[in-house]
Nanobody, 115 residues
Framework: QVQLVESGGGLVQAGGSLRLSCAAS????????MAWYRQSPGKQRELVAV???????NYLDSVKGRFTISRDNAKSTVYLLMNSLKPEDTAIYYC?????????WGQGTQVTVSS
């Protein structure tokens, strides 16, 4: 079955960095678009970054220049490098695989940024 397993979350001070990883299994990773979403309490889940199977990337405006999404098809893993973290980046971060109408979610990893 399909599994997306996120890791790398934690507690960090404002200005710090974290790298999230999402390891996928049960899908043909290289032909999926991969995305990172986040959700904080009382807010809707929002798209943070996406990397197409072509390698093209897009970012939420508020993270442009601070976050970098990348993928390693050989390891079936997508990454999110987060620099210059701010308290408003605090959320549960989820990865998602997308291929046409088929999409799968990971269980999420908590990121907490203290001021």
């Amino acid at each position: 079955q399909v599994q997306l397993v996120e890791s790398g979350g934690g507690l960090v001070q404002a200005g710090g960095s974290l790298r999230l990883s999402c390891a996928a299994s049960g899908i043909i990773f290289s032909i999926n678009d991969m995305a990172w979403y986040r959700q904080s309490p009382g807010k809707q889940r929002e798209l943070v970054a996406v990397i197409r199977r072509s390698g093209i990337t897009n970012y939420l405006d508020s993270v442009k220049g601070r976050f970098t999404i990348s993928r390693d098809n050989a390891k079936s893993t997508v990454y999110l490098l987060m620099n210059s973290l701010k308290p408003e980046d605090t959320a549960i971060y989820y990865c998602k695989s997308i291929m046409g109408s088929q999409a799968y979610w990971g269980q999420g990893t908590q990121v907490t940024v203290s001021s």
